[in-house]
């Protein structure tokens, strides 16, 4: 089979494995809810506390530009109304978020062929995350520390395409076409113990996952940990060689810094993904607040 | 009947109206899911096209710190790596968003009774965004303009209770607890004609649908303007009175700046609604990118 | 004479006209101050004061992050310390500022021949602002609307070489090489009278002072507006080409947005100059707060 | 003596020990300058190089919204005119900087006994960074470590009254009212050597230094680190001891992170200093570009 999306969907196809997402999917999605539960993967946006890329990026920002103390400090009130008003400044990847299909490419052209050119600096032509104007579908949690029997995975471990089939086995789940995948590493764990750890390294699903991605024809992976894949990578030279093989080749999005724990402990292994990214015009990526419902 | 909520939920509930929602809502919002179609209701955040009040705010701002343009002029690739990466600096109530119940207060004290001392440059402890994890229920939209057969209402001009329940009884839909409103003022319009006149002025609804919100124990209000509520304001010295009332006595969320076009164009009326804040800690509202599922 | 000074200080100069400044001139400069008095030349940096070309940038903004409020509100003290913390958002344009020689082009090369590949989204490599240490030299102050007679100049009105000449010698002040130049041409009262008109339109120096500009190899030129030459320009099509001859051939730097109120009314038209650009890496420009010392 | 300046410029002074800075002494500090040679004491702002106290503030952050590379890329031209365009968000105290006299207080009063709660979300009132119009005078450089024969001081040593009389006597420099003052310590060293060390630990002035502060009418005080004083600091319980004092009741300004290698290197104990703060409205500290000018 081709590891590759493009002209699948069209010349113009800004969507990528989105397309996966037809309507029987959404009504098949929202069937998932039987138990009228709404789980949170978001983990917090707090500039002492989110996780990032140090060596890249800039830590969240918030402040409130009017607040309580103003008018504890004597700040007047327009007839009796008193309020509090904020701004954040955000990295579109530094917390929980998804990439656009604009964020990583090689050869001078994204997903679909389209030019790198169209890419600058006030933001991205084609694939912008403001094309993605909010996924609905059904996605499977692998809990792979569990199926492994382990706390966590270890820095460097390499997910395979058997364990994520022998896991989903095990948890009595499958994986249909237009499905969101959820891959748990228990990465999260070493966010407490060795935060320099947690974003320096991390086990990720390896590059022998790109074709079983393909064939599976998920529209996306997300994972408890900075990057899905991974790190360092198994090869040398090799740099984020899912990333440019999924997200550019076969147009699948990239989730990051999911927090699973609660699924995880009500062993939901499937249910209704709504992920709604900011319709940040030309953004190559969102900060999200996914959802999983049941 | 008591126009207000505190203590309703107990002496230390953060979430308001949004305890009308129980699992058996949210089973019946998923059953609004049978076309398999989902509408984004967020306007473009843009620096030079999103509206914001700008007395009191100022733009959306979105930048790439690494792009396609980078490459063209030579930057050096890690492997074969090539990406692109950006920030936002938004007001949490600068573009499509919803408030949290921090946002606006009188006489010092928050929704459920908390001292505004608890809001502070930092973030609001209690009632703060991040205590919404993600909201998910049935949304029913009144098209007022289609109701008063005009394209859209006038500057200042009064939504009642008797529109609301008109309007709804020609669409044929109930309003019940634990439901999300969505007003249509056709406001919208005004953005392209005037924005000025957008943001200083705009119909809404007025104070005496403070006691049908309550009655009707609706977990929220969007509309497609900046306020939900009439501006100027009916009585001279009332600031935002709705607001203050209906948002920090009762609870209620308010959600502004919304785009119904497309599901007033294909007359969708009742739909399941889901919204999920960004998880800033202490945030007294944020963007957000809404979803509406039919 | 050439209109052009690459190469003039050799192949990899990055300083342009300022190399006209030598040990001498800082000496005979630092002669200027016999009256122990200093002029700060800017504008508050104010979100909703500072002017700044709106269909470009954003407002600066700025916010503390911890203040007196806070304390009033109960915030906790390390040991006995109370404080006050902020942060400023800004255009390096956006309020009294200076260019780098990397701030505009034409032909795909800056000041000196410098490739524009070398300026990417982290910063310029060559002529960036952190360049310039620091600039002392004599400055002269020529009050255009006092010598024509005015209160101020009028929008597109144009100074020529020979308003120049015969205002400097109406006021006994001659412009010698090193010399930073100020003009004065009265638009700061456009700003209270008519904030859009003052952006948008402006007196200024018009394409014949460029090869003045050259002749008198003065280091600078800054003006009470937002672009020191006249807008709109004189010629169609040709855009602001004064910055294009006199920033990019000549290496002259240009700042804008100065208040020059407070010394044309001491009628003080010889001066110290001190400009201390923000070291920042790479910048195409700093806010600043010029000095003019007597 | 008196340890509190309080008042003694009058009860609405914002300026406090800059009062010791009279016409003479301006002039006086320009004949500093005889052989016309300017020194910047800056440290380069750059988001991954430019210390600062991580536990407290988040990095200086620079960007480019338009660059060559956009070109590069295909940008379009107005014209001829190719320009590149950029922002800064800066902690006001996060790269070399000075504080305002509303930066640090105890007892709710800030200098000369304005209440704290003049200092809300958008700014300081009173003693505002904007009051500083600009700093003219004699600075005298202390340079410790080569006096004590070491590279540098150690973190927590303590620079004692005696330390800095002495020093003085073996440069042949005399401090004088109105004075700013340049301690040296050697930590930029440990900058390179252990950031995290040079965060957290540092020598500088102790307690005792704070009388020697107010008889020496100094107006301000820098030094190559982050906090001028100890860290540690000598007793147990006493934060930032000699900022209470010399800031809050003797109106003398700090300012940190200087550079002063070159001064060093040259031998140069005495300049006239210049420092212009950037003019925003109500911010209790600026970042600088400091000038030392001989």
Chains 1, 2, 3, 4 share one sequence.
Not at 130 to 142: N, Q, S
Request: net charge negative.
């Amino acid at each position: 089979m081709s590891l590759s999306n493009w002209g699948r969907w069209g010349a113009d196809d800004q969507l990528g494995a989105l397309n996966f997402i037809n309507p029987e999917k959404i009504i098949q999605a929202s069937r998932m809810i039987n138990k009228g539960k709404v789980y949170s993967l978001a983990m917090p946006i707090h500039t002492h506390k989110t996780p990032y890329d140090k060596a890249l990026r800039v830590a969240p920002f918030h402040v409130l530009t009017r607040d309580g103390g103003d008018y504890a400090a004597g700040a007047k009130r327009v007839g009796d109304v008193q309020f509090a008003d904020g701004y954040v400044f955000l990295n579109t990847h530094g917390s929980t978020h998804m990439d656009a299909l604009s964020h990583v490419w090689y050869d001078d052209q994204i997903y679909n062929g389209f030019s790198d050119n169209s890419i600058k600096s006030k933001g991205a032509k084609y694939c912008g995350i403001e094309k993605v104007k909010g996924i609905v579908t059904r996605a499977v949690l692998l809990d792979i520390p569990l199926f492994k029997g382990v706390e966590y995975l270890e820095a460097g471990e390499v997910i395979t395409p058997e364990d994520l089939d022998q896991c989903a086995a095990s948890q009595g789940v499958t994986i249909n076409s237009g499905d969101m995948l959820f891959i748990r590493t228990g990465w999260l764990k070493m966010l407490e113990e060795n935060s320099e750890k947690f974003e320096k390294y991390e086990p990720g699903i390896g590059e022998a996952c790109i074709k079983w991605i393909a064939e599976k024809e998920i529209i996306g992976i997300a994972a408890d940990n900075l990057a899905v894949e991974v790190k360092p990578e198994e090869r040398e030279g090799a740099v984020i060689p899912v990333h440019m093989k999924a997200l550019r080749d076969l147009g699948v999005y990239f989730m990051e810094l999911f927090n699973f724990e609660e699924l995880a402990k009500d062993k939901v292994y499937e249910c209704m993904f709504v992920a709604a990214p900011l319709a940040i015009t030309g953004a190559v990526g969102s900060p999200i607040n996914p959802l999983a419902i049941i």
